[in-house]
């Protein structure tokens, strides 16, 4: 890996070095935008007590379910975790920490996290079971809580498309929160769709720039859809 | 007659002005897409990256790519624009969507309300829910006026654990259209064929009549 | 105007609604980027008393420098001020008050005041004058300054392509401040080198969406260039 | 023979290493481009939104709408990436940067240093250099060791008003290369033909010199 080639061929490659207590970042919404790849790659090296960073956690046996199944996370820092039989098991019986944070206020601290701000006051959460233990302080007559930035040791992210420098762009609502976790993560590890030569992506549309991307690696995707809603009934 | 699901999207369709950005919530706000009065225009923002959500796709357009926040499979409007989650909230947190409809368990006449979590049973997440109701200027929670037994869910004081204070100033029900000032509903409209009686009956909350209280008129056909 | 359709035609329509007083921020970085024509139409309009908001200043009578010409500016907020006679004079005579701020921290409190973030930590500055009377606190051993963020009852910026909805793109460095000022402010008037219909630029690659833009007018730009700077040496 | 600011751009240059994102401050650090050792790929980031900036354009290429942080006309490389100025200090702010490279008037033995403003003197303002030297974990700076009448700029304690504290570690002169360790500064480098005592009679802060200092190589030939 010479000069700025972040490309590379093998999954053991691509999640060198992430080993058992670290912390994760997934990209993602629901099933859409997520490293399927990546995540099967962490399932097989079996690296275990993860704090997982994710807006979700996958449905029953796919995404992050996966690792789920396999106990891999001691942790879940998430915004929604509903549709998950695995997890509510795992909930209850207290085998599984959970850290429900708003989803604005997820997106900010992870942004916040890659972007040197160790701390912010947002609206979202005061007076709520959010805020608790938190500082508040009053602006302009109204109340903000203080929140504090997240940041991973390594973060699992999916794109559309690379060069071999790591830019990246997303496509349509894939996007979600992937470009944060990028830049958020000690090692970024992007899992894409199609890799291209540097110079055929658009410097002024490029979504994540290389800096932020430490490896590629080129996969494949089954895009498995949570809700089907179709404009007319559909006859399955 | 208590109004149906689509009844009540249809009266919260009356709230749409022209030119507004509008985050509908999950359930009953998602049918109001399908009321747009005629004669105006309005894009839809969906928190996880996507202004200007179009309707259902067709199942030869459906693209695993494009889902809306309850994760179903949309389409794009003309001019949308897709961004990452921490600008979607950038756009809700920073007070530019013009309106935001939203589900509620319960609410109060503090303007709190409960939408997240039963204690008790499995807490799925607040998703964007908190940061929609401490951000948005201008807020509608449509729900039903009380649960099946009756029990009214417009309180003095929300019961369940809270997603958010001093944020309710409208909210539209089964029965009827309430307004929050001052501490009090106002009832504003009565579904057609509901009595004030009845409607007093189910709000435990201070409830403040004033005069006549007209029906609600719901112009547009429901669509079959 | 019906619906979504935010184009105006004349600059007084563009900027009415901006009176004496109020806080205006101008998109740009030195003169790259910069919104000329509303900056004319400043001028012309007369508004007195303003609290500036820019990256720069401006140059001798261009850019923002106009309004220095005109004494339209009462404060000016900025991370740079170089190269301006009349700035230094209006400055040095205590008729321009001058709050100089970090390139970095400017750019995050215009940010944090579209976003809805009343004030967050950064390191920028700590231990320098900028930190006199802020608040500063410790994270994992190293010291941040409390900055609060900045909003304007009118943004003037500069892009490069708009729809008439308002999505907008930039081309190039004239990006800079352009897209956090959009944001922040009450009334923000895109000034535009091309307007095209809905649906022409791609949804994947708007840089600014039009929920932020109340108004687009096509405008005629010098670009003037401050450092003309080229491989060989010009024989002008 | 003290440097040249040609000499000391190539001996900044040899802190350069392969696959390195690097800001340059304006004056000598921009210099640094010219010299990159063969072999190796550096991206140049600038903060007024570019990274992966080229050099500088022939006259039928130049566009106003493509400058650097000093207001330049530039070009950008293949694999450049523009983006917004709050982007920008992203990079900068959350440590993505490998080395920033810029100059200042006084450097002292805590690590600070002062840049940006001579009272007295029109203050043209900080521009990007507090967020930078605030934000990188890896500064080198570069300054010419003593002033026209020989006064020291390598201080006890900075004189003037500071940009940052605790953040250098690697200082490079006209004289010396030098870093900072324990509250001192140690003598890693003369330049050629520049003793040990000139060194020293210019360095005001705590000077550690252990054995002998060798001399800098200055392997690149100077261009025209």
């Known amino acids: ?236 | 007659m208590a109004l149906t699901k689509d009844q009540i999207a249809q009266r919260l369709s009356q709230e749409l002005k022209d030119g507004y950005y509008v985050n509908l919530g999950i359930g009953i706000p998602t049918l109001v897409a399908n009321y747009i009065p005629e004669g105006i225009q309005v894009m839809f923002q969906s928190e996880n990256g996507l202004l200007g959500m179009g309707e259902f796709p067709a199942a030869e357009t459906v693209d695993p790519d494009l889902i809306n926040a309850g994760k179903q499979t949309v389409t794009a409007a003309t001019g949308a624009a897709y961004f990452s989650s921490s600008e979607s909230f950038e756009m809700i947190r920073g007070g530019h969507v013009d309106l935001t409809i939203l589900g509620a368990f319960e609410v109060d006449q503090k303007g709190n309300l409960a939408s997240w979590m039963i204690p008790g049973k499995l807490v799925k997440g607040m998703g964007g829910a908190m940061d929609l109701v401490a951000s948005a200027q201008n807020i509608i929670v449509a729900m039903m006026h009380a649960n099946k037994k009756g029990d009214s869910k417009i309180l003095k004081e929300c019961t369940l654990p809270l997603t958010g204070v001093q944020c309710v100033s409208k909210v539209i029900t089964d029965l009827a259209t309430l307004e929050l000032r001052d501490g009090a509903f106002h009832l504003l409209e009565r579904a057609p064929g509901v009595s004030v009686e009845e409607i007093q009956e189910k709000t435990e909350a201070n409830l403040v009549i004033n005069g006549e209280v007209p029906e609600m008129r719901l112009s547009a056909p429901v669509p079959a």
């Open chain 1, 1 to 236: 890996m010479a000069g700025f080639n972040k490309i590379v061929t093998r999954y053991e490659d691509a999640l060198a070095g992430l080993t058992d207590n670290m912390t994760v970042m997934a990209g993602g919404f629901g099933l859409c935008g997520i490293p399927e790849g990546l995540i099967d790659q962490l399932v097989k090296m079996g690296a275990k007590g993860l704090t997982c960073i994710s807006n979700n956690a996958g449905v029953d046996h796919f995404g992050l379910g996966k690792l789920l199944d396999t106990r891999q996370i001691k942790t879940m820092i998430a915004s929604y975790v509903g549709e998950n039989e695995t997890f509510e098991q795992q909930f209850l019986s207290g085998e599984l920490e959970v850290i429900l944070t708003p989803q604005g206020t997820l997106a900010e601290k992870i942004r916040a996290g890659g972007a040197g701000i160790p701390a912010f006051f947002t609206p979202t959460g005061y007076g709520t079971m959010v805020a608790e233990g938190k500082e508040t302080r009053k602006y302009n007559g109204k109340m903000y809580v203080l929140e504090e930035s997240l940041t991973a040791d390594f973060s699992l992210i999916k794109a559309y498309k690379a060069d071999t420098m790591g830019n990246l762009i997303y496509r349509k609502t894939t996007r979600n929160f992937n470009p944060m976790m990028a830049q958020a993560g000690r090692i970024t590890v992007a899992e894409v769709e199609e890799i291209v030569e540097p110079g055929e992506l658009d410097p002024d549309f490029i979504h994540t720039p290389g800096i932020y991307v430490d490896r590629v690696i080129q996969g494949t995707f089954e895009k498995r859809i949570e809700q089907m809603t179709l404009k007319q009934p559909a006859h399955a």
